[in-house]
């Protein structure tokens, strides 16, 4: 019984907990780092597992700086219809029209991948490197979300419609499922983003109008499924926890007409094309100077820090919603 009840626990916290899930974030850092020159692959190649691993620290964030939740997400829908024209594109005059407080207690990620565009590009021209690898990985991270399509929802794990679970269903599950077995990341090269803001408020549309059929679809596939057929029992980290089974991800992937794996792979054309602009804008430095670069003693103890900090975060169920 006490095991039953373990499961339950762990199987709820694990629905919401992460954007993208480490999973994929990680595997869009890694993936866009590909699409990059080969004047930026001096740098990155080499820092490739960094990209990799810190493109989850934002979320790690959410457990430590009370501020970072808004920056995932945009719950558009609450600004009327798609297009949304009533809400201002400029952050000043969306607070301006609407209020701080109800600008940033409904998300404010196009305006804050804006902001860590910019802090990169400042990066690169004063050739910081552990700023450039640290906002390289952390705008990956912000530029992911706002591909997901619940991060432009109120909706945004199916409360209002008795779905509890979907955010991490659509957004975890099924590219832990089947991005390395079906999904084809063969994108092209990083291409470069002429005006970073219109830019990244088109993805969040996109992401907005995909909403309703994340929600629609699964749904739809909820009343042909049995608990029993729906859900299985599988291990991880040594516990059995209760997970959306393989055949019922699998419908739904297909029934979505693969939109995890498109949004995926614009997720990663669109993090190695904001990399790339920075790195235009600021002037195409020469990157073959941080190459072998290290991190500093001072770097090392901050991830260490917030690494501590999203373990006790953990430790005293400090969950957040996506």
């Known amino acids: 019984m006490k095991k039953i009840i373990l499961t339950l626990f762990l199987t709820s916290f694990y629905s919401y907990v992460y954007c993208w899930g480490f999973f994929g974030h990680r595997m869009i850092n890694e993936y866009a780092v590909f699409l990059l020159p080969p004047e930026m692959l001096v740098l990155y190649k080499p820092n490739i597992e960094f990209i ?3 493109a989850v620290d934002p979320d790690k964030r959410r457990y430590a700086v009370a501020a970072e939740g808004p920056r995932h997400f945009i719950d558009i829908d609450v600004y009327g219809k798609y297009p949304f024209d009533s809400l201002p594109r400029k952050y000043n005059d969306a607070i301006e029209k609407y209020g701080s407080d ?6 404010i990620v196009p305006w804050y991948v804006q902001t860590m565009y ?10 910081e490197f552990s700023k450039i690898m640290k906002y390289s990985a952390d705008l990956g991270h912000y530029v992911s979300d706002a591909h997901v399509p619940l991060h432009a929802s109120s909706n945004h794990n199916g409360q209002k419609t008795n779905q509890k679970g ?17 999904f084809d990341f063969f994108i092209g090269k990083a291409d470069y983003i002429r005006n970073p803001g219109n830019y990244i408020w088109d993805r969040v549309l996109e992401s907005a109008l995909a909403a309703d059929s994340v929600l629609k679809v699964e749904a739809g596939m909820n009343r042909k499924f049995s608990n ?11 516990v059995f926890i209760r997970q959306y089974s393989s055949a ?53 103890k901050d991830f260490e820090s917030l690494n501590q900090a999203w373990i006790k975060g953990k430790e005293l169920g400090r969950e957040h919603e996506d």
Do not use: C
């Not at 910019?118 to 050739?127: E, N, S, T």
């Not at 979907?166 to 077995?181: D, G, Q, T, Y």
């Not at 729906?230 to 980290?237: A, C, H, P, T, V």
């Open 52 to 54: 990799r691993e810190h």
């Open 102 to 107: 109800f600008v940033i207690e409904n998300g």
């Open 118 to 127: 910019y802090r990169l590009v400042d990066a690169f021209k004063k050739k």
């Open 166 to 182: 979907i955010h991490a269903f659509w957004e975890s599950r099924v590219p832990e499922l089947l991005a390395n077995k079906q």
């Open 228 to 238: 029993t057929s729906k859900y299985s029992f599988e291990e991880r980290n040594g």
């Open 248 to 300: 019922y991800t699998t419908e739904y992937h297909e029934r979505l007409n693969n939109m995890v794996e498109r949004r995926m792979r614009m997720a990663i054309f669109s993090v190695a094309s904001f990399w790339y602009s920075a790195w235009i804008d600021a002037g195409q430095p020469d990157l073959h100077e941080f190459a072998n670069k290290k991190f500093s003693d001072d770097d090392l």
